[in-house]
């Protein structure tokens, strides 16, 4: 059997763990764009912070491949799927022949249409590493800027504070995770952001970049705002150049059923590239977390060596703004949910929302209210109404 | 039976309880959004980031699991010995 993997991510990597274990003769291949063995995207921040080690980023050893007789091929990417032969051509120009086939290729940092050094994305290791190339260039009479709502903002608040640097935050919304949050939670960020002594700017589209060769400053409609370095998190986007011509469904991600297969034979995906058949929210979509990711790792290789059973879990991601403990569970869409309930306000300082599709819980997000956590999970998991939840206010 | 020490660092837990879902008999959440951990669902001595277990060894290695799930690795499990189990040195 050649179980041939794209990504060696989280998702991809664990898949060819789990089918190693299950058969210690099956030929398995990795090709993965990144230098590095794999590591913990999640652990960036807190290395960009000092609070671990550079090396206590990897959760495998460079070694750990080859012990597990695991082809690992780094600094490739796939270039073009072939189905009906079988095999994925890849940027080296090799053709790579499989039996069955993942795609875990996650997405990359929406990029902005202008540039200049001075300009961060934050999603590999190599991105963390160019960032405190700058923080160190710019040294402790920087000025901060950050233009986006979203996780990645998030990690970049958290860095700049951190290091006592002033914080410019623009976005083109009016609130954070804009997709999610109720206007009354979206205030309590902002409050969050804005007693933090953020200069905040809502309603402000990126415009331009200043600077000749470094980066000076960015324009908004709300006027120029003078910095020297910008961490950008404005959303991710798939790479499907290798898959147009395939036959595979493409929607927002590479579209699966309940048991991550495709509608290609032999032909699977998993992790944040993949828009699965969520058996617990009752429909497709696509989830970005470490947790389902891993988990979809897992479970796909299952699926692949034959065990054949649907994917089912309730995941959530958590992050905190200065204080503001966020937590997100389930499908947290606004435009997905029939109705969205808000427990608590923005004068307590803790909110949580409910939303509820076909009368029954299928998300939660809890804005410094983690006890909420535990009734939402059982709530979806059980497939409750949010009638028959109790919530403590005080 | 063996014995294993599991060790939350609440610097490095951020929430993300992936551990709560793959072993929730050992670790659950605190109203800090830190991970406790449990003996079997119970809290014998009260509220702590750190205890002697003693496990199955089935047990043993779905809670290696839950902390192999850990996206910042911030838990640590070592055997009677004082040996690292995880993460691996």
Not at chain 1, 47 to 54: A, E, F, P, Q
Not at chain 1, 64 to 90: C, M, S
Not at chain 1, 169 to 188: T, V
Not at chain 1, 191 to 197: A, E, P, Q, T
């Amino acid at each position: 059997m050649r179980y041939l993997i794209i990504g060696g991510g989280i998702a991809g990597t664990t898949a060819a763990e789990v089918l190693r274990k299950s058969d210690a003769s099956a030929e398995i291949t990795i090709v993965d764009e990144e230098q590095h063995p794999l590591y913990s995207r999640v652990l960036l921040g807190h290395y960009l912070k000092g609070k671990v080690s550079r090396e206590r980023v990897f959760l495998k050893p460079a070694t750990w491949y080859q012990e597990h007789n695991i082809e690992w091929l780094p600094g490739v990417v796939a270039e073009q799927l072939d189905t009906r032969n079988k095999f994925v051509r890849i940027s080296d120009q090799r053709e790579l022949p499989y039996d069955k086939l993942l795609i875990a290729s996650g997405t990359v940092p929406r990029p902005l249409e202008v540039d200049l050094r001075g300009v961060s994305y934050l999603r590999t290791i190599d991105d963390a590493d160019h960032l405190l190339q700058l923080l160190s260039e710019r040294g402790m009479d920087a000025r901060m800027g950050i233009y986006g709502s979203g996780f990645i903002a998030c990690e970049y608040l958290e860095l700049f504070r951190e290091m006592n640097l002033p914080i410019t935050l623009a976005y083109r919304g009016d609130k954070f995770w804009s997709r999610a949050l109720l206007p009354e939670a979206g205030e309590l960020v902002n409050k969050v952001l804005v007693d933090g002594g953020v200069e905040l700017h809502t309603r402000a589209e990126l415009k331009d970049l200043i600077g000749e060769k470094e980066l000076t400053g960015f324009v908004t409609p709300k006027g120029t705002h003078e910095v020297t370095l910008l961490g950008v998190g404005v959303g991710v986007i798939p790479d499907f150049s290798w898959l147009r011509d395939a036959g595979v469904e493409l929607g927002s991600g590479v579209k699966t059923n309940q048991f991550l297969e495709t509608n290609v034979p032999d032909v699977y995906a998993a992790g944040d590239v993949a828009e699965f058949e969520d058996v617990v929210l009752g429909r497709q979509l696509v989830l970005m977390n470490w947790q389902n990711a891993m988990s979809q790792g897992r479970h796909v290789a299952r699926v692949m060596a034959g065990e054949r059973v649907a994917f089912e879990l309730v995941s959530s991601y958590s992050i905190n703004i200065f204080g503001l403990e966020c937590i997100f569970v389930g499908d947290t869409e606004l435009a997905e949910a029939d109705n969205v309930h808000l427990i608590g306000s923005l004068e307590s300082g803790g909110i949580t929302q409910v939303f509820e599709r076909s009368e029954r819980v299928v998300g939660g997000v809890m804005l410094n209210r983690n006890s909420d956590r535990v009734l939402i999970t059982k709530a979806i998991k059980n497939k409750q109404p949010f009638s028959e939840l109790t919530f403590v206010t005080e | 039976m063996p014995k294993i020490r599991v060790q939350v660092d609440p610097d490095l837990c951020i929430g993300a309880a992936s551990c709560v879902t793959i072993a929730p008999e050992t670790f659950q959440m605190n109203e800090e959004n830190k991970a406790w951990v449990l003996d079997h669902g119970t809290e014998p001595g009260g509220s702590t980031y750190e205890r002697w277990l003693e496990v199955t060894e089935d047990e043993m290695e779905n809670i290696i699991l839950g902390a192999q799930s850990c996206p910042t690795l911030a838990i640590f499990i070592f055997d009677e010995a004082g040996t690292q189990l995880f993460p691996d040195m």
